[in-house]
């Protein structure tokens, strides 16, 4: 059965400082990764995405992620927050099919 | 550059009301998707359609019914809306099976 864990449902952090948001699954394959990101009263934007290669993938404004399969994790990193980075993060996941299952979310707070 | 196209952005019935959201993409995928988000941001998929193909999931009740004229447009009824549908209901086509979903800024539902 595949699984999503984003073990941290609030992260508090200035701006400024880096950040990282944390990504566990579980699958029976090497699924497809994904971290999405939502603004308030809109909906999900993908950030960036991984399905083989060069672990560390980069994405939009900054961010990145690096996959480790013998951690199954696909934790989220960027090396300096703005306020504007404020939203909540999304974790999902793709085995070969055409299902995908997202996380519970990180909701990210940015401050001055 | 929004590409999926949902309508109303929001909505307040009565218990027991009909509500129906519309949905359009104009990416020319192949899937469709909706999907519930709580008050806590937890994200539920509730249905997929894939070239006539509905796939439905168990946990929906049977108030919810979709309805697809074609590819292009997946709309969402409610025959009898309950307090516990108050929600974010969000729309997103992909390509295909592991490929980016892209999202529609959502319904909100208020049931009073």
């Known amino acids: 059965a595949q699984s999503v864990t984003q073990p941290d449902a609030r992260v508090t952090v200035s701006e400024g400082a880096s950040l990282q948001l944390r990504c566990k699954y579980s699958?029976?394959?090497?699924?497809?990764l994904f971290w999405y990101v939502q603004y308030p009263r809109q909906g999900l934007q993908l950030l960036l995405k991984y399905y083989s290669g060069d672990p560390v993938v980069q994405g939009v404004n900054g961010f990145e992620a690096e996959f480790s399969k013998s951690n199954s994790s696909f934790h989220l990193r960027k090396a300096s927050v703005h306020w504007s980075d404020s939203a909540v993060y999304f974790c999902?996941?793709?085995?070969?099919?055409?299902?995908?299952?997202f996380g519970d979310g990180t909701q990210l707070v940015v401050k001055p | 550059e929004t590409a999926v196209f949902q309508t109303p952005n929001y909505h307040v019935t009565q218990v027991g009301n009909e509500v129906s959201f519309n949905c359009k993409q104009t990416l020319g995928h192949d899937t469709m998707y909706w999907y519930k988000q709580d008050s806590k941001k937890l994200l539920k998929i509730m249905f997929s359609?894939?070239?006539?193909?509905?796939?439905v999931n168990e946990t929906v009740p049977r108030r919810f019914s979709p309805q697809s004229s074609d590819k292009a447009h997946l709309n969402l009824r409610i025959k009898s809306v309950e307090p516990e549908d108050s929600a974010v209901y969000l729309c997103?086509?992909?390509?295909?099976?592991?490929?980016?979903?892209?999202f529609g800024e959502g319904s909100r539902l208020i049931v009073v």
């Open positions: 699958s029976s394959v090497t699924p497809y």
């Open positions: 359609y894939n070239n006539k193909q509905l796939i």
């Open positions: 999902a996941v793709s085995p070969n099919n055409n299902r995908i299952f």
């Open positions: 997103a086509s992909s390509p295909g099976a592991g490929n980016t979903l892209y």
